[in-house]
């Protein structure tokens, strides 16, 4: 059994240190341990080409334009048993190296992308994904801020885990937490949540969530988008419902048939790739025309673009 911790602060900060608790906890449970600080590596933005995913489709692989250390991240974390973040929080949610790799993951690390692959490469005969991406895998995020400001971070680090569809064991914020050190009790729950992923990681078919329950009961998010017509959207898992209040306290209901459209279901997944592929296809039929053609030179004409100079 191997967790892996991974931090996205200053190195030697808080962040890596609150990482390495976790760490111990989970040593202590028996698991093999590995540190990784995102600071170290040459991770390049997401460009949004698509050709990470055109090539699970058509090789099997997972092949991205950008040549950086991305490719040496997702080994390590594919050959862990559960992982652990530690991520600072900037401006009420997870900073930017953090957002790289949720984005890096892309449609090619998507559960139902690399089902659909799979099964049509058994029936093709052609090479299907790395089976690796679609075993099951458990994660535990920390949040560490200084202030109150942290209400979207939980949802960040709940939409990285999404697309992978790895099971989430905590989700823990540290507010007022600049001096984090000093607080014996946080540090003590930092090895509680590396007891807890190792031993998630020990029978991962029976992990559940280990945190504070959320007010989504089925993603266990805080964070919601009320639709002008009154229908209530989860941000994290995107099912829709309504609010309610009982006994002085927000209940968020929802129909059954609801959860086939959560973003962390399988159905749900499929459901979004029909979605994709039919917008894809009318985008690249327009593409075709002299509508677009002649709409695209306009733009091109109107006003180039403003590089450094080098």
């Not at 449609?107 to 490469?121: K, N, Q, V």
């Not at 209530?232 to 609010?243: A, N, T």
Request: hydrophobic fraction near 35%.
């Amino acid at each position: 059994m191997k967790i892996l911790g991974i931090s996205a602060g200053t190195k030697n900060g808080s962040n890596d240190c609150m990482c390495k608790e976790a760490l111990m906890g989970a040593k202590e449970r028996g698991a093999e341990v590995e540190f990784i600080n995102l600071f170290d590596l040459n991770i390049q933005h997401c460009t949004g080409c698509t050709a990470c995913v055109n090539a699970i489709f058509s090789t099997g692989r997972k092949v991205c334009s950008l040549k950086d250390d991305f490719e040496w991240l997702m080994e390590k974390m594919l050959d862990a048993d559960g992982i652990v973040f530690a991520v600072p929080i900037f401006e009420k949610g997870t900073p930017g190296i953090f957002h790289t790799v949720m984005d890096r993951f892309g449609p090619s690390a998507d559960r139902g992308m690399l089902t659909a692959a799979t099964e049509i490469a058994k029936k093709t005969g052609a090479q299907a994904p790395d089976p690796r991406w679609l075993q099951d895998k458990v994660i535990s995020y920390m949040s560490i801020g200084g202030s109150d400001w942290h209400t979207r971070t939980q949802c960040d680090c709940g939409i990285q885990a999404m697309t992978p569809m790895w099971t989430i064991i905590d989700n823990e914020v540290f507010q007022w937490s600049l001096g984090i050190l000093s607080d014996d009790s946080k540090v003590a729950r930092a090895h509680e949540i590396g007891v807890n992923i190792a031993e998630a990681a020990a029978d991962i078919p029976h992990a559940e969530y280990k945190g504070e329950p959320g007010l989504c009961p089925h993603c266990h998010c805080r964070e919601f988008f009320f639709h002008s017509d009154g229908v209530v959207e989860c941000c994290q898992c995107g099912i829709r419902g309504k609010m309610e209040i009982a006994d002085g306290k927000y209940k968020f209901v929802f129909p059954e048939e609801q959860l086939e459209h959560a973003h962390d279901t399988m159905s749900g997944k499929f459901i979004h790739s029909q979605d994709i592929d039919r917008e894809n296809g009318a985008a690249h039929e327009f593409r075709k025309t002299e509508a677009y053609k002649e709409k695209l030179q306009k733009y091109k004409e109107f006003i180039g673009r403003s590089v450094p100079e080098r």
